[in-house]
């Protein structure tokens, strides 16, 4: 253990996991600028670049040694007074997000506090005692609490000032993917102190360094579901998950124009000998994975989650009571996707039967109807009927739209290309397969029946 790391007991781990990302050294001038001690930063990143070492040296960072952990090379800088770890790896030897999240923690030295961010960030004046200043008023509520969210977002450029959002956010339920793994969205509040909630995000963690011991990363997930697995990990583990009221710092969504991991690592790289999986199929490892730990299937021989597995402060079931949501069953409270966005339940339910009797799955989704579609003769216009089926052919939803409806959204159309959005809800996770689509006039009866996949 660093003596100093003891010694010193405001001492911060930050964790950047950058891939190919011209935003990188931006993001650590912001960081080092505004931190109000930059002396007690020990970053570590997993750099996965094509770029020769000399790039932070050629940025002004200062080479202090080289070292080898867990058999990979790092180097040590200093910079703005801040002590840098950079291990080295080429963009093809990526194995994912949280590969690289994995390998950034392997440097944690027993610092007081930690950090995961995302490459592409930008930060308050003072963020760094603003954010241990808020984790110790937290302490009153809570014996660990962790401070996350989806930042708000900037832009980077000319008007990079400008661009910086002024809102906070919370994590909500989107849905259940097809794997029936919780996928995630965020929401703006207002409020005069941070907010409790259930979920984690992966582009912004803050709380002790003993969360790197107990709540790692798990390297074995790509991507896609990391966030639902550290949250329900960590709240197993003992963690209460606290969302910001005000911005502490900002993060770069989108990123069209810049390279990812899915656009390199596919079936072309695969077959040329660049990669050794393409994307996918680390994904559908991870999916694996993910779907085990959420109890959604038995775990396999040969494959052990360990140490990547729930805690034992508190079970998944209670977890699910506290976000409001059936993972077995794929369905949530009507309080989740209502209108107030629930997404933590303080009280646990009194009679489980009656909060599963609650609960529904929620299909939503946007389809595109061309003048065929709709129409049984050229301007012949009647009720369009739409039928949601599931795989087995099994009615879940109907609609009708009169000639009414069709002529306003006709009317709200270009070139007779409707849009329309479909949304309803069952009581268990029937995944919809397709759209049967039929129109019907008084004149000519049935017309053709379409069929889009859901």
């Known amino acids: 253990m660093n003596q100093g790391n003891m010694d010193n007991p405001a001492t911060i781990f930050i964790s950047i996991a950058s891939y190919r990302d011209s935003e990188l050294l931006p993001t650590l001038r912001d960081m080092l600028r505004h931190a109000a001690h930059p002396e007690n930063l020990r970053i570590a990143i997993c750099w996965q670049d094509s770029e020769m070492p000399e790039y932070f040296e050629q940025a002004g960072f200062e080479p202090q040694s080289c070292r080898v952990v867990k058999g990979h090379d ?78 708000p977002a900037y832009r980077p450029g000319d008007n990079e000032e400008e661009s910086k959002k002024t809102y906070v956010s919370r994590l909500i339920f989107r849905e259940y993917e097809a794997h029936g793994i919780p996928m995630l969205i965020s929401t703006p509040f207002e409020a005069q102190a941070p907010v409790r909630g259930s979920y984690l995000a992966g582009g912004f963690i803050f709380t002790f360094g003993d969360f790197v011991k107990a709540v790692p990363n798990d390297p074995l997930i790509f991507f896609a579901g990391e966030e639902i697995a550290m949250a329900v990990r960590a709240f197993t583990h003992g963690y209460d998950v606290y969302h910001p009221h005000k911005p502490l710092l900002w993060h770069f969504y989108q990123r069209e124009e810049h390279s990812k991991v899915w656009g390199d690592h596919n079936n072309e790289a695969k077959d040329e000998g660049k990669v050794e999986k393409a994307w996918w199929e680390r994904d559908s490892i991870a999916k694996k994975r993910i779907r085990t730990l959420l109890g959604l299937e038995e775990e396999e021989p040969g494959v052990d989650l360990a140490p990547y597995t729930l805690g034992h402060q508190r079970t998944l079931r209670q977890f699910e009571y506290q976000a409001g949501i059936c993972l077995q069953r794929g369905t949530v409270l009507p309080e989740v996707m209502g209108s107030e966005k629930i997404n933590f339940f303080a009280t646990p339910p009194a009679d489980e039967t009656e909060w599963l009797n609650r609960q529904f799955t929620y299909h939503k989704k946007s389809i595109t109807l061309n003048a065929p ?76 029946v379409t069929e889009k996949a859901w």
């Not at 030295?109 to 954010?131: T, V």
Request: net charge negative; charged share 20%.
């Open 373 to 448: 579609d709709y129409e049984i003769a050229e301007s012949e216009t009647g009720n369009l009927h739409l039928n949601v089926y599931n795989a087995q052919n099994m009615l879940l939803y109907k609609r009708t739209l009169d000639a009414t409806e069709l002529e306003t959204l006709r009317s709200k159309s270009a070139e007779n290309v409707l849009k329309l959005s479909l949304e309803f809800k069952t009581a268990s996770m029937a995944t919809p397969s397709v759209v049967r689509i039929c129109p019907w006039s008084d004149t000519s009866g049935w017309g053709k």
């Open 74 to 151: 790092v180097s040590m800088f200093r910079y703005h007074q801040a002590h840098i770890n950079v291990i080295s790896v080429h963009y093809y030897a990526s194995q994912g997000a949280c590969w690289a999240r994995s390998l950034a923690e392997t440097l944690f030295d027993n610092e007081r506090y930690f950090l995961q961010i995302d490459s592409h960030s930008r930060f308050i004046p003072a963020w760094d005692s603003e954010m241990i200043a808020m984790l110790q008023q937290l302490q009153a509520q809570s014996p660990l609490p962790v401070i996350s969210s989806y930042p």
